[in-house]
């Protein structure tokens, strides 16, 4: 699994709104733009542009039965945006421990 940072997928979770309603469809196990809209303070038509977004950056994918489209979050897609948030946290982590080390360093020498 590639932990590369894709940009297209990290824009479309950096919304507020997609975040909940991946949360949503998470929580559920799917919905559709009319039921995600009954959660969220936007319309129906928002609900289906962010879905848009999402599925064309494969988090989400749709099935249709008859005039109903069901959302449901795409597991594999998912992991991988997981293991790219994971492979940021660890390198922050280690740039903050580097900085840490250099305060501490120029904290020491203004004591003495």
Known sequence: MSTTIDDG???????????????LL??????TA????????????????????????GLVHVTTAGRERRYEVDEVQFARAVAQLSAVITTWDARLQRIKRIAERIQRGKQD
Request: hydrophobic letters at 40%; charged letters at 20%; proline letters at 4%.
């Open 26 to 31: 998470l929580t559920d196990g799917g919905g």
């Open 34 to 57: 009319t039921t995600l809209s009954e959660q969220l303070p936007v319309t129906r038509q928002a609900v289906a542009k962010h879905l848009g977004v999402l599925d064309g950056v």
């Open 9 to 23: 997928l990290w824009s479309a979770i950096g919304d507020p709104t997609r975040r909940r309603m991946l949360d």
